[in-house]
Every structure is written in structure tokens, then in C-alpha cells.
């Protein structure tokens, strides 16, 4: 079954530090990726996408992300976090065509602190 | 302003009653989904519906159950049969081609207390 994997459950970083959330996911062809962000007790708010092209992404908030297809990585970057960044953060994959069209697989989450 | 709703933010039931969350989308998103978050664990997928009158039972579908009777409307109750049905429930909808999915929206879901 395909699935999703972020290693880190909490990550703790000082303000104005930079940022490296890792997602990794099983093999499928042509993958849809999303980083999604959730603060507590609310739904979930899209970052960022990558569907084809540059594998490069930029998002909202200062975000971005880089697919490395050889890696079957989509790792989610910041170059300086703010204290507002704290939050829990999924990543989510679509695996286009099969049984898993229409449906997107969801990491467990990374809680990311920010100390002032 | 378009977006997905859900309703009640807060939810308290006894042990042994079914309990109906509702959402609803006016972003014209043909595809719903249901979610259930636990900590620690992510989201799991409940149900999902990609076109009206039709729903298809995701990872851990036992113990709920749904019905799509309007484009708007995904209404997930929550019956006696679920274990431990004590959980932060989201809602979502996406666009669907009828291949790809890509990106969902949520509402800012339904906190369900069991005791």
C-alpha cells in the first residue's frame, strides 16, 4: 500500500532559523504532492502543491518545497521561521491512477515549536 | 466567500447514541471526504463521495456512516457501533475529473466528545 512517511514527529527551532521538514513517500508513478498546515483545533490550510514542472515549489507564508523524484522526497523548507510558523505540519500525497485515484494519503504530522 | 462549513465546532454525546456531523461546501466541488484526526496519528479516511448519490468507504469506515443526497451536503453519523468514537472529525472537498483529485479544502471541523 502506498504511504507517506515524515520521520520527525516534533521539530524545535529559534526564531529567525531556518527550516527543513522532511516528507518521504512510497513509490507510484506520478505523484500529487501537498504540504498542508494546521494550527490547534482548526482544519487544515494548503501551503503548497507540485504537480509537474519545476520541482522547485513556492507557497504561501515564505514556504517551498523541492521534489526529488530519485529520493521520493518533497521536503518542505523555510529560510527564517517566525513565531506565527508554529503549528502541525502534513504532508499528503496523491497517487495518480490504480486504486488510489481520488484520494490523498496523509503523513503523520510534524509539530514544529518556535522558541523566541 | 466560498468555503466548507461544519457544524457543531463542539459536540458531546452519551456512550450508546448516533450522533450526526454536518458539513457543507458552496465551492461546487463535486468530491467530499470525511476524516477522522487522532493525536499523533495524522488523518485516516472515513468515506468519501465523488459525485452525488455515491460514497466509497475509506481506511476506517466501520462504525459510521454517510449519504450524499445533495452536491452541498456530507453528512457523517456516527453510530453506537464505533469503539472509540471520541476524536477531532474534518471535512473536505475537491474538485474531481474523474482521475485526479489534487488539491482539498477543508472546514475547520467538529471536536466529538464521547461519554
Redesign the interface.
Known amino acids: 500500500a502506498q504511504s507517506v512517511t515524515q520521520p520527525d ?1 516534533h521539530i524545535t527551532v529559534s526564531e529567525g532559523a531556518s527550516l527543513e521538514l522532511r516528507c518521504n513517500y512510497s513509490y507510484g508513478a506520478t505523484p ?1 504532492l ?1 504540504w ?1 498546515v494546521q494550527s490547534p ?6 501551503l503548497l ?1 507540485y ?1 509537474s514542472g519545476d520541482t522547485l515549489v513556492q507557497g504561501i507564508k515564505g514556504f517551498e518545497a523541492e521534489f526529488k523524484r530519485s529520493q521520493s522526497s518533497f521536503n518542505l523548507r523555510k529560510p527564517s521561521v517566525h513565531w506565527s510558523d508554529a503549528a502541525e505540519y ?1 504532508c499528503a500525497v ?1 497517487f ?2 490504480g486504486t488510489s ?4 494519503t ?4 510534524t509539530i514544529l515549536t518556535v522558541h523566541p | 466567500d466560498g468555503g ?1 462549513t461544519q457544524s457543531p465546532k463542539y459536540l458531546f454525546r452519551k456512550e450508546g447514541q448516533n450522533v450526526t456531523l454536518s458539513c457543507e461546501q458552496n465551492l461546487n466541488h463535486d ?1 467530499m471526504y470525511w476524516y477522522r484526526q487522532d493525536p ?4 485516516r ?1 472515513i468515506y ?1 463521495s ?1 459525485i452525488v448519490n455515491d460514497f466509497q468507504k ?1 481506511d476506517i469506515a466501520e462504525g459510521y456512516s454517510v449519504s450524499r443526497e445533495k452536491k452541498e451536503s456530507f453528512p457523517l453519523t456516527v453510530t453506537s457501533a464505533q469503539k472509540n468514537p471520541t476524536a ?1 472529525y ?1 471535512c ?1 472537498s475537491s474538485r ?1 475529473n474523474g ?11 467538529t ?1 466529538l466528545t464521547v461519554t
Open positions: 514527529i500529487y501537498f498542508y483545533g482548526q482544519g487544515l490550510q494548503l502543491k504537480f502534513f496523491e495518480a491512477g485515484y481520488g484520494k490523498l496523509f503523513g503523520q504530522g | 466548507i468530491a499523533g496519528q495524522g488523518l479516511l468519501y465523488q475509506g477531532f474534518l473536505a474531481f482521475q485526479v483529485v489534487g488539491e482539498q479544502y477543508f472546514g475547520p471541523g471536536r
